[in-house]
C-alpha cells in the first residue's frame, strides 16, 4: 500500500500562500496523487489530482517532482473559510480498498 | 442538487440494535463507495460497488456489517447488534466511470452514528 506522511497541522494568516506537503516513497507507477478538503461535519471534497509535474485548477496548484515521492499542494492567498482537514491520497487506480486518507493536515487560518 | 445523498444524516441507537443507512450517488456514477470516520482520523475504507457488483470490502469489516447496492443505484449499508465502537460518521461517496478516474470520489455529508 502507497502510504502518505503529511504533517499533522499548520497555521497561516489570511492573504498568505499556504503549500502541504505530502511524501509518498512507495508510490506505484500507475498511481495518481489526489488532495481533498474536508470540514467538520462534511464529508470531504475533492480539490485537485495530478500525475507528474504541475496542475493546477481555480482553487490550487500541485507540484509534482520528477521522482513522485512527494507532492506539495499550494493554496493561493488564503482566507479563514480554508481553515480544514487537507488529506493526501495516491493509488486507487487498481484497488478501490488501496485508497487510504491518513489523518490529513488540519489547516488553521488566522485573521 | 445532483450530488451524493445520504439519509439519515443522524442515527442514535442503543447497543444491540440493527441501524440501516441510504446513499444515493450522483446519477450518473457507476461506482459507490462506502468509509467510516471517527474523530480526528482520517476516512477509512469499508466497501466498494461497481453497479450493482460488490468488488472489494475491507479485511477489518465485521460479519455485523452488510452492504447491498440492488439496482446498481442507491446503496444500503446495515449493521446489524450495533455495538458502543460502532459509534463514528459513515461517509458514502461516488466516482464517475472514466478509467484513471477511479479516486476522484465525491462524498455525501455523512450518518453520524452515536450507539448508547
Known amino acids: 500500500l502507497a502510504k502518505t506522511t503529511q504533517p499533522i497541522s499548520m497555521d497561516s494568516y489570511e492573504g498568505q500562500e499556504v503549500n502541504i506537503t505530502c511524501s509518498h516513497n512507495?508510490?506505484?507507477?500507475?498511481?495518481?496523487i489526489t488532495w481533498y478538503q474536508q470540514f467538520p461535519s462534511q464529508g470531504p471534497r475533492f480539490i485537485i489530482q495530478?500525475?507528474?509535474t504541475k496542475v493546477t485548477n481555480e482553487v490550487a496548484s500541485l507540484f509534482i517532482p520528477a521522482d513522485r515521492k512527494s507532492s506539495t499542494l499550494s493554496l493561493p492567498r488564503v482566507s479563514l473559510s480554508d481553515t480544514a482537514v487537507y488529506y493526501c491520497?495516491?493509488?486507487?487506480?487498481?484497488?478501490?480498498?488501496?485508497?487510504?486518507f491518513g489523518s490529513g493536515t488540519r489547516l488553521s487560518i488566522r485573521p | 442538487d445532483t450530488g451524493v445523498s445520504q439519509n439519515p444524516r443522524h442515527k442514535i441507537t442503543k447497543r444491540g440494535q440493527n441501524v440501516t443507512f441510504r446513499c444515493d450517488p450522483i446519477?450518473?456514477?457507476?461506482?459507490l463507495y462506502w468509509y467510516r470516520q471517527t474523530l480526528g482520523q482520517g476516512p477509512e475504507f469499508l466497501t466498494y460497488?461497481?453497479?450493482?457488483?460488490?468488488?472489494?470490502k475491507s479485511r477489518l469489516l465485521s460479519d455485523r456489517f452488510s452492504a447491498e447496492r440492488p439496482k446498481g443505484s442507491f446503496s444500503t449499508l446495515e449493521i446489524q447488534r450495533t455495538e458502543q465502537g460502532d459509534s463514528a460518521m459513515y461517509l458514502c461517496a461516488s466516482s464517475p466511470r472514466e478509467e484513471g478516474a477511479k479516486n476522484i470520489q465525491y462524498f455525501g455529508a455523512g450518518t453520524r452514528l452515536s450507539v448508547l
Open positions: 491520497l495516491v493509488g486507487g487506480h487498481s484497488s478501490a480498498s488501496k485508497i487510504i
Open positions: 495530478g500525475y507528474k
Open positions: 446519477s450518473e456514477h457507476n461506482r
Open positions: 512507495n508510490i506505484a507507477t500507475n498511481d495518481y
Open positions: 460497488f461497481q453497479n450493482e457488483a460488490q468488488l472489494e
